[in-house]
């Protein structure tokens, strides 16, 4: 019988473990977990760790943080998490129990990932990169009649401007495909304006 998808989030030592018995404990970091997600699991417990450590208001916030994290990782992993409050030690129990169907990677068991949506992603990458492109062009085609060192530095603006947010969007499912679209939109602009200057 296949093993239940079920983990146990608590905070030890400033850490975000994930077990699935008392002597079977995983940084979240050995999962296929979006890196935005473990680190926030990281940041929850130490602060947890330090609420504990000194009497503080904000034991409330800390305790809804985590159980808002635990639904996150139900989400994220299709499962139940059954979430311990590192301050009350009460267990809440997120998301529902079903038999794993579960992808081994260094012998831990973790949600199987859903499909890359190819079609839709690529006409979303391409239609954002359509745009940039467009805009960008003629943005700078207008910058260039009244300076080209203008021009050049409006678009180095833009580059330098989209590039956090395409690298933070760069592993977000939805948002990835606009990121690759705008990344893709920059640099068909730079191109096109390259190949004006030769004529």
Not at 20 to 29: F, K, L, N, T
Not at 77 to 84: H, N
Not at 114 to 133: D, Q, R
Request: net charge neutral.
């Amino acid at each position: 019988m296949a093993r239940e998808a079920c983990w146990e989030l608590r905070a030890r030592s400033g850490r975000a473990v994930l077990a699935r018995s008392a002597d079977e404990e995983y940084d979240p970091g050995r999962l296929k977990l979006p890196g935005s997600l473990v680190s926030a699991l990281h940041e929850w417990a130490g602060v947890a760790e330090s609420v504990r450590s000194v009497e503080s208001a904000d034991a409330e916030l800390v305790s809804r943080r985590g159980e808002h994290l635990a639904k996150l990782l139900a989400a994220e992993t299709g499962g139940r998490v059954d979430y311990v409050d590192p301050l009350s030690g009460a267990v809440e129990h997120i998301g529902r129990s079903r038999s794993a169907t579960a992808i081994q990677r260094g012998g831990v068991p973790i949600a199987p990932v859903a499909p890359t949506p190819w079609g839709t992603g690529l006409t979303v990458s391409a239609i954002v990169a359509a745009l940039v492109t467009v805009i960008l062009v003629a943005v700078t085609r207008g910058l260039g009649d009244v300076s080209a060192v203008l021009a050049v530095f409006v678009n180095i603006g833009v580059a330098a401007g989209f590039a956090p947010s395409i690298w933070l969007g760069r592993h977000v499912p939805v948002w990835r495909w606009v990121a690759y679209g705008t990344a893709l939109g920059i640099v068909l602009s730079w191109v096109a304006g390259l190949l004006s200057l030769l004529g």
